[in-house]
């Protein structure tokens, strides 16, 4: 299977627009809950918490249709069933209705992140990639609230937006074809082992200074609860995670044929977590920085 690619004079402009579009529509999650407020004071809370039933009920609808106007094949309805079960838990499991949001939040995510990785991605696994840039885009929505005022920083909606991101990827794979069945990029990426460890790095410290946040966010401050051998440790991969983005992006730059296609592949593989840890990491020193209650 050949990878659908764009004529060559609209991939730089449709890059820039569909990345430029995940990085606005990430920034303006926290701000979602205006609109339920809105919502809330001229009809009612309840009224406020029906609509993300109602819009993940619709896309489901428009799932089956569009799918029995092309082809109702068994291979979208085997996709289908797991997001109709992990929709339901949540809903179930999560007694605030306005959280269930999350999910066409995350569902939308993974869908603008498969358009934007396809351009430049070739071979198998980009369904692994945009879950696991899905969940971390997440984590980083969860910290961001947690220095917003009317927001609060929770493990619950982490959860959320895990699952629902897995909801986005199921439907994806249920609709849209694989990037081809090559692993040549996998031979690319094995090159890169010092900055795979330093992803590695990064996760552990991203995934340290989040539990850290869960007891901190009890005292509303950063500053004085926050240790400082872990704000070094945030501040050392921060600076070694712009080393080795500068480094991808000149040579990004060189590989403009079809032909290096796998190392392109590859380096999504390690820009993209790495440029998420990079914007969770910054909001963190921000906060500790700045002194901002942590809630």
């Not at 627009?17 to 009612?44: G, N």
């Not at 609509?51 to 993940?56: A, F, K, L």
């Not at 410290?205 to 609860?225: E, P, Q, V």
């Not at 040579?251 to 190392?263: G, L």
Request: some cysteine; aromatic content about 14%; charged content about 15%.
């Amino acid at each position: 299977m050949k990878t659908q690619k764009y004529p060559g004079h609209k991939t730089g402009k449709l890059r820039i627009v569909l990345w430029l579009s995940i990085a606005i529509y990430t920034f303006s999650l926290p701000y979602v809950i205006i609109i339920y407020d809105i919502i809330s004071s001229k009809w009612s809370p309840a009224t406020a918490g029906i609509v993300p039933r109602i819009i993940i009920i619709s896309a489901g609808a428009a799932y089956l249709f569009y799918s029995a106007k092309t082809h109702l094949s068994l291979r979208r309805i085997f996709f289908l069933i797991p997001c109709i079960i992990i929709a339901f838990f949540i809903v179930f499991l999560e007694p605030n209705p306005n959280k269930h949001i999350h999910i066409p939040e995350y569902v939308l995510m993974a869908w603008l992140l498969f358009e934007a990785i396809r351009i430049d991605y070739s071979g198998a696994g980009i369904f692994v990639l945009v879950f696991l840039a899905s969940s971390l885009l997440g984590v980083f929505d969860e910290v961001m609230q947690g220095i917003h005022t009317t927001r609060q920083y929770g493990w619950p909606d982490m959860l959320n937006n895990t699952f629902s991101s897995l909801i986005g990827v199921l439907s994806l794979m249920g609709l849209r074809k694989n990037c081809g069945p090559g692993i040549d990029w996998i031979y690319q990426l094995k090159k890169m082992g010092g900055s795979l460890l330093i992803i590695l790095f990064g996760l552990l410290n991203t995934g340290l200074s989040c539990l850290k946040l869960f007891k901190i966010k009890n005292h509303y401050d950063l500053w004085n609860f926050y240790p400082d051998w872990l704000i070094a440790l945030n501040t050392l991969f921060m600076i070694m995670a712009f080393v080795v983005l500068c480094q991808l992006y000149r040579h990004a730059m060189q590989c403009r044929d079809e032909v290096q296609r796998p190392v392109k592949t590859a380096f999504l593989w390690v820009s993209l977590p790495l440029a998420i840890l990079v914007l969770i990491n910054s909001v963190i020193i921000y906060g500790w920085v700045s002194d901002v209650p942590f809630q």
